[in-house]
């Protein structure tokens, strides 16, 4: 603990004391039912109270009933909700932490239920994605806003919530709509001048703070730079938070727009911490105590922004959706241990935004519950054997020996974590290393579980350790379709894959003077592909990117999805859809293109990012040596279909599920 004295002081707002300066911003768990809090959500937010954290402000919670954000979030918009508030805020008070709800109004952001009237807006301006432009809110609607604002927060002060949070950020929904001006188009009172765009969310302040009385905290989220041509900057806020302010009592700093997410959800590049001064600049200026936020990971990191006087609390959301104890394992000296958040983007924001499904995460594979499975043990001597020590396979090895089976890991390379140790050598994807170092970290904790690396498994080599159960883990190598003059070029080394390209990079091949100009095509607009062009663009590339498919990038998340967009239109990256590959010569590729015109794309680095496929080189012999004995084998990760990393770590943890099938554990505790 006295290694970050700062991080765990507490801190006094108001009336109500802080234990710790670790902040849990709103992040939409999709959970709820219906809006009102259910079993998961109170374990999901009682899971990060208990593993330590100060501070907790829920997802976006609606004031009224019209318009839903997303159809798992929560509401407030009556006293119906008041007992399951009642419940949720118990649950986080027994482990000391803080909690508030972020109070929000979602209009043209709602999500398009059936019966949803047509989304109001400041003005006639919405979404990017909007099929079809809102209206704009009338003066009478607003007056009915701001007095369900105020009913709403005094619900959650009857529920006992320790402050409210008003979500004015991101432009998302009405508040941020209304400040910024490119969502703002109004000639009225509420539009034009800072002062008039301020407006309606003052008047929301004040009838919050009419209700809940002089002593109960007010946090305000606002997007400190909107990070888009004629959106708001950091001096334009400064300018307008004037007219907020007084009621204010925290300032929850966050930044960008839905065009901007990369920055409003950090991308996987922006370093730990990146955003922090402008936490700085709204201190400096209101002497308030302010939440930074920004890809925050590192305790290191949050106890200097802390130090430095940039933030008075440390805002860590996907770091506590990857680690419920983060918290603890740092006041203990575990930080070996901690599972970092790898900004992958794809569990939390891409299952929530994306495709509407509650929240997950790459590498916390029980995020609502967290690992709660620890407290069983099997009932009787378990002898597992994991070939392949990748992600998944070492997800399935220390889960397994954590409930008291003995393990035996067979890795034919001389270090752990397969794909994702491989990838993560390209400068942006060095985050995924923390995974890796987390497993072989918790795997070295356990005298049960033993890794064998530089050795090939075999079936007698299998058979040397008695399996009860064999998890194969073996992992995806790069497709290669049978079209002519691929798989000969790939073989003389004139195009490349994934693999070769990160060798290269390792070998010192592609220093940025070797890429100023060059002609770069990569045929594959998935991941794999993007991962190319992301290294190759900003080094001077002139870089092209072909998919079968209508749109590059078309499966990403969200936030990958405009990270790209930027980094293709700030690079001039061409973009071939609806192309198929047809030959590939020595410099060339040869591509049908969507009118059916054939067209060579001449190359100097020519890339093969065609996807990936399982890779089983003993499976078949696993599987014919054990037909007919008790030993149970279970293939897990790519080597049951190419995919995320996020399915190989869900099934890994599912090893739990083949030990109760196969009567080795019961699993009650876990329901």
Same mark, same amino acid.
């Given at each position: 603990?006295?290694?970050?004295?700062?991080?765990?002081?507490?801190?006094?707002? %108001?009336?109500?004391?802080?234990?710790?300066?670790?902040?849990?911003?709103?992040?939409?768990?999709?959970?709820?039912?219906?809006?009102?809090?259910?079993?998961?959500?109170?374990?999901?937010?009682?899971?990060?109270?208990?593993?330590?954290?100060?501070?907790?402000?829920?997802?976006?919670?609606?004031?009224?009933?019209?318009?839903?954000?997303?159809?798992?979030?929560?509401?407030?918009?009556?006293?119906?909700?008041?007992?399951?508030?009642?419940?949720?805020?118990?649950?986080?008070?027994?482990?000391?932490?803080?909690?508030?709800?972020?109070?929000?109004?979602?209009?043209?952001?709602?999500?398009?239920?059936?019966?949803?009237?047509?989304?109001?807006?400041?003005?006639?301006?919405?979404?990017?994605?909007?099929?079809?432009?809102?209206?704009?809110?009338?003066?009478?609607?607003?007056?009915?806003?701001?007095?369900?604002? %105020?009913?709403?927060?005094?619900?959650?002060?009857?529920?006992?919530?320790?402050?409210?949070?008003?979500?004015?950020?991101?432009?998302?929904?009405?508040?941020?709509?209304?400040?910024?001006?490119?969502?703002?188009?109004?000639?009225?009172?509420?539009?034009?001048?800072?002062?008039?765009?301020?407006?309606?969310?003052?008047?929301?302040?004040?009838?919050?703070?009419?209700?809940?009385?002089?002593?109960?905290?007010?946090?305000?989220?606002?997007?400190?730079?909107?990070?888009?041509?004629?959106?708001?900057?950091?001096?334009?806020?400064?300018?307008?938070?004037?007219?907020?302010?007084?009621?204010?009592?925290?300032?929850?700093?966050?930044?960008?727009?839905?065009?901007?997410?990369?920055?409003?959800?950090?991308?996987?590049?922006?370093?730990?911490?990146?955003?922090?001064?402008?936490?700085?600049?709204?201190?400096?200026?209101?002497?308030?105590?302010?939440?930074?936020?920004?890809?925050?990971?590192?305790?290191?990191?949050?106890?200097?922004?802390?130090?430095?006087?940039?933030?008075?609390?440390?805002?860590?959301?996907?770091?506590?959706?990857?680690?419920?104890?983060?918290?603890?394992?740092?006041?203990?000296?575990?930080?070996?241990?901690?599972?970092?958040?790898?900004?992958?983007?794809?569990?939390?924001?891409?299952?929530?935004?994306?495709?509407?499904?509650?929240?997950?995460?790459?590498?916390?594979?029980?995020?609502?519950?967290?690992?709660?499975?620890?407290?069983?043990?099997?009932?009787?001597?378990?002898?597992?054997?994991?070939? %392949?020590?990748?992600?998944?396979?070492?997800?399935?090895?220390?889960?397994?020996?954590?409930?008291?089976?003995?393990?035996?890991?067979?890795?034919?390379?001389?270090?752990?974590?397969?794909?994702?140790?491989?990838?993560?050598?390209?400068?942006?994807?060095?985050?995924?290393?923390?995974?890796?170092?987390?497993?072989?970290?918790?795997?070295?904790?356990?005298?049960?579980?033993?890794?064998?690396?530089?050795?090939?498994?075999?079936?007698?080599?299998?058979?040397?350790?008695?399996?009860?159960?064999?998890?194969?883990?073996?992992?995806?190598?790069?497709?290669?379709?049978?079209?002519?003059?691929?798989?000969?070029?790939?073989?003389?080394?004139?195009?490349?894959?994934?693999?070769?390209?990160?060798?290269?990079?390792?070998?010192?091949?592609?220093?940025?003077?070797?890429?100023?100009?060059?002609?770069?095509?990569?045929?594959?607009?998935?991941?794999?592909?993007?991962?190319?062009?992301?290294?190759?663009?900003?080094?001077?590339?002139?870089?092209?990117?072909?998919?079968?498919?209508?749109?590059?990038?078309?499966?990403?998340?969200?936030?990958?999805?405009?990270?790209?967009?930027?980094?293709?239109?700030?690079?001039?990256?061409?973009?071939?859809?609806?192309?198929?590959?047809?030959?590939?010569?020595?410099?060339?590729?040869?591509?049908?293109?969507?009118?059916?015109?054939?067209?060579?794309?001449?190359?100097?680095?020519?890339?093969?990012?065609?996807?990936?496929?399982?890779?089983?080189?003993?499976?078949?012999?696993?599987?014919?040596?054990?037909?007919?004995?008790?030993?149970?084998?279970?293939?897990?990760?790519?080597?049951?279909?190419?995919?995320?990393?996020?399915?190989?770590?869900?099934?890994?943890?599912?090893?739990?599920?083949?030990?109760?099938?196969?009567?080795?554990?019961?699993?009650?505790?876990?329901?």
């Amino acid at each position: 603990m006295n290694t970050y004295p700062k991080l765990f002081s507490p801190i006094k707002i %108001g009336e109500t004391t802080v234990k710790n300066r670790v902040f849990m911003p709103p992040i939409s768990t999709n959970l709820a039912d219906k809006g009102y809090v259910t079993d998961a959500l109170v374990e999901h937010y009682a899971a990060r109270a208990k593993g330590g954290v100060g501070l907790i402000v829920t997802e976006v919670t609606t004031v009224e009933p019209t318009y839903v954000y997303l159809p798992g979030d929560m509401s407030i918009c009556d006293d119906s909700y008041i007992p399951g508030w009642e419940k949720l805020t118990a649950a986080v008070h027994k482990y000391g932490a803080k909690i508030l709800p972020q109070l929000f109004h979602p209009a043209y952001m709602a999500f398009p239920i059936p019966g949803t009237p047509r989304l109001i807006a400041p003005s006639f301006v919405g979404p990017y994605y909007a099929k079809e432009a809102p209206r704009p809110v009338t003066v009478e609607e607003l007056q009915v806003i701001i007095r369900q604002f %105020g009913e709403a927060a005094l619900r959650v002060k009857k529920a006992g919530a320790d402050g409210v949070e008003i979500h004015a950020a991101h432009a998302h929904g009405l508040l941020g709509g209304f400040l910024s001006p490119l969502y703002n188009k109004r000639t009225d009172e509420f539009g034009g001048s800072a002062e008039n765009r301020t407006r309606f969310a003052h008047m929301i302040l004040e009838a919050v703070r009419k209700q809940v009385g002089p002593h109960f905290p007010i946090f305000l989220r606002i997007s400190a730079d909107e990070l888009m041509e004629g959106g708001n900057t950091l001096e334009d806020t400064l300018a307008y938070l004037e007219y907020l302010e007084k009621e204010v009592d925290v300032f929850d700093v966050s930044c960008g727009l839905n065009g901007s997410i990369q920055y409003q959800i950090d991308a996987n590049y922006l370093p730990d911490g990146w955003r922090s001064y402008m936490a700085r600049a709204v201190k400096e200026k209101f002497g308030k105590p302010c939440i930074a936020v920004g890809n925050i990971r590192h305790p290191q990191i949050a106890e200097e922004i802390l130090a430095k006087g940039d933030a008075d609390f440390i805002g860590m959301g996907r770091g506590l959706i990857a680690e419920p104890n983060w918290v603890k394992k740092v006041e203990n000296g575990e930080e070996d241990i901690l599972r970092k958040c790898i900004s992958c983007n794809v569990g939390c924001a891409g299952n929530r935004i994306g495709v509407n499904r509650p929240i997950r995460c790459t590498v916390n594979p029980a995020v609502p519950e967290g690992d709660v499975y620890k407290a069983l043990k099997v009932n009787k001597n378990c002898n597992v054997v994991v070939v %392949g020590a990748g992600t998944a396979g070492m997800e399935a090895a220390c889960t397994a020996a954590e409930v008291g089976c003995n393990v035996f890991v067979l890795e034919k390379n001389d270090h752990i974590g397969g794909l994702s140790t491989f990838i993560s050598d390209l400068p942006s994807k060095t985050r995924m290393k923390d995974f890796p170092k987390y497993l072989e970290a918790r795997a070295a904790r356990l005298k049960n579980l033993y890794v064998f690396l530089n050795t090939e498994a075999t079936v007698d080599k299998i058979k040397q350790f008695k399996p009860d159960i064999v998890v194969n883990a073996t992992g995806s190598v790069p497709l290669v379709p049978p079209i002519k003059g691929l798989k000969e070029n790939i073989e003389a080394g004139n195009v490349d894959t994934i693999f070769g390209m990160i060798n290269n990079v390792n070998a010192g091949k592609y220093p940025e003077e070797a890429c100023q100009g060059k002609k770069v095509v990569v045929v594959g607009g998935g991941s794999v592909g993007l991962d190319v062009i992301e290294y190759f663009a900003p080094r001077g590339a002139e870089c092209t990117i072909i998919d079968m498919l209508p749109q590059i990038g078309m499966l990403a998340d969200p936030i990958t999805k405009c990270s790209m967009r930027e980094t293709h239109d700030k690079y001039g990256v061409k973009e071939y859809v609806n192309t198929a590959l047809q030959e590939v010569k020595e410099n060339a590729f040869t591509v049908k293109l969507p009118d059916g015109t054939i067209q060579d794309l001449e190359f100097d680095y020519g890339f093969n990012c065609l996807g990936m496929r399982s890779n089983n080189p003993v499976l078949p012999e696993i599987q014919e040596a054990f037909a007919d004995t008790n030993t149970y084998v279970y293939t897990i990760g790519d080597s049951v279909r190419a995919r995320r990393i996020m399915e190989g770590t869900m099934e890994g943890r599912a090893i739990l599920n083949v030990l109760e099938s196969q009567g080795y554990l019961h699993l009650e505790p876990l329901e």
